[in-house]
């Protein structure tokens, strides 16, 4: 049988927009939100746990133990996003993937409440023990949701999909940096329901993903159920025909049994995929290392030495905000015309100049006028790229965005009967985390002899362009079930 055969055009139907946006919003929206949301209004949020000190000990906090608690609000997100990341594998293969999403609520509801009530409690520790909980949130979401867009998309509208991920993520923040303002909710009286807002997207998809269909692969391979899994994908196509697709998933399903399905530890060691997870890694890798976090921690500063106020400033970040979103729509609605790969080559390419032109503005400020100008539109270039390609923000100042053309890279390169092994990705969070404890405590500004930071995220983009650009293609019009071959044997179906 012709795997690459389409017995119709392929749409997006109402069924699959509206699962899409239940799915997304109520997962990697909170994502998003939870990671931008205690960034701006964190003198407020600091305040709070002075005042709470105080009235226990009658003493006010000392510099030190501020510095000790406000890293651990900040730095326990991404740990339970790698606690949570560890527990999705075993949660989407019992549960399935859309019931991960469904039990995933929990904790983002009870958190929500917590961080609610904390203020009334005079309780800093029900914030910090939230942020643990919506770290297990994130993680589990991180790899669930792409992988149940995945399976509900069809060929041709997977790389899409895919994006719709990060497009929710971006969304979030950009929310969050709004919400935070001082003038909405980031003041004293509003940061209780700054932060138990996560659990409204959280209850809207408790009561409307019930709904849609769980994934139709998954319904038909682990569960064996093959009359529901046409009814779903019936809902999804918006036809009746869709035993070419059935057909496909017991393909895979053979390869499955044939190959033996990988631990994330024995994915390491099996040689057919070696390559593949060389390429992941690369990528991955340069998500992390390109210097996004030294790039939005210090954007403050650059725009404070460009001569923008301290006031004027978090509107300067939303601004950045808008640029994000606004890059993420691009690379959403292109990634089907211009392939994966080429993406990423503009997007470390951008990122490596803009880290370039960064260092040079830094070190020649005092002696050019203007030059700190030009920073600050490298920072905004720089956020650009990463929007385009790498995909990978801390939260510091810009926010953070989370999945890109890189993070779908297990899905489409690492064949189906080892796609939960290869999604399972610890090293998302743990990035994070590294991320987050190097920047608290707050490295001071560069000095001049420290100026030339930026060289060495410019090699740094210029490795992850050069493992772009070498890494194994994947077949944008060719099923899932394709990847499992060789690289050199894989069909030219439109590759990027």
Aim: net charge positive; glycine share 10%.
């Amino acid at each position: 049988m012709d795997l690459i055969s389409t017995s119709s055009p392929q749409r997006l139907q109402p069924t699959l927009v509206l699962a899409t946006l239940s799915a997304g919003f109520g997962s990697a929206f909170q994502y998003g939100y939870n990671i931008a949301v205690v960034n701006t209004p964190h003198k407020v949020l600091k305040s709070f746990y002075n005042d709470t000190y105080y009235a226990r000990h009658g003493t006010s906090m000392d510099e030190k133990h501020m510095l000790l608690l406000w890293s651990c609000t900040v730095s326990m997100f991404p740990l339970g996003g790698l606690l949570g990341s560890l527990m999705v594998g075993g949660l989407v293969d019992k549960c399935g993937r859309k019931g991960t999403l469904l039990i995933n609520n929990i904790f983002a509801i009870v958190p929500a409440i917590l961080m609610g009530v904390s203020k009334a409690a005079k309780a800093f520790e029900l914030i910090i023990l939230s942020r643990v909980l919506l770290g297990v949130c994130a993680g589990i979401s991180y790899s669930a949701l792409p992988m149940y867009l995945g399976e509900l998309a069809p060929k041709n509208l997977r790389g899409t999909l895919g994006t719709m991920t990060e497009v929710f993520v971006i969304v979030g923040v950009f929310l969050a940096q709004i919400f935070s303002l001082q003038a909405v909710l980031g003041n004293p009286a509003g940061w209780p329901v700054l932060l138990a807002l996560t659990g409204v997207p959280a209850l809207l998809q408790l009561l409307s993903l019930p709904f849609f269909p769980e994934s139709p692969r998954y319904t038909l391979i682990q569960r064996g159920d093959e009359d529901t899994a046409r009814q779903a994908l019936r809902k999804l196509r918006g036809w009746a025909d869709v035993e070419d697709e059935i057909e496909e998933m017991r393909v895979e399903d053979q390869a499955e049994r044939a190959e033996g399905r990988l631990s994330v530890l024995n994915l390491f060691t099996f040689r057919p995929l070696r390559w593949q997870l060389i390429s992941i890694i690369v990528l991955m890798a340069g998500q992390q290392l390109s210097g996004v976090n030294a790039i939005n921690y210090y954007a403050d500063m650059i725009y404070t030495s460009a001569g923008i106020s301290a006031a004027h400033s978090q509107y300067v970040t939303v601004s950045a905000g808008v640029v994000n979103i606004v890059m993420t729509g691009v690379s959403a609605g292109t990634v089907e015309w211009l392939g994966r790969r080429l993406l990423l080559l503009v997007g470390y390419g951008i990122c490596g100049s803009a880290c370039l032109v960064l260092t040079l503005a830094l070190l020649f400020q005092s002696a050019v006028h203007g030059l700190s100008y030009l920073g600050v539109i490298c920072v905004f270039s720089y956020i650009a790229g990463h929007s385009i390609g790498p995909k990978f923000q801390n939260g510091t100042n810009t926010g953070e965005s989370g999945l890109g053309v890189t993070s779908r890279a297990p899905r489409e390169v690492v064949p189906p009967p080892h796609a939960t092994a290869a999604l399972v990705r610890p090293e998302e969070p743990a990035g994070k985390e590294a991320g987050r404890w190097l920047e608290m405590p707050a490295p001071p500004w560069p000095s001049r002899t420290q100026e030339a930071w930026g060289l060495q995220f410019h090699r740094v983009c210029l490795i992850g362009g050069a493992g772009a650009g070498r890494g194994p293609p994947r077949a944008r019009c060719a099923p899932l079930a394709l990847c499992s071959l060789p690289s050199r044997s894989r069909p030219l179906c439109g590759e990027d």
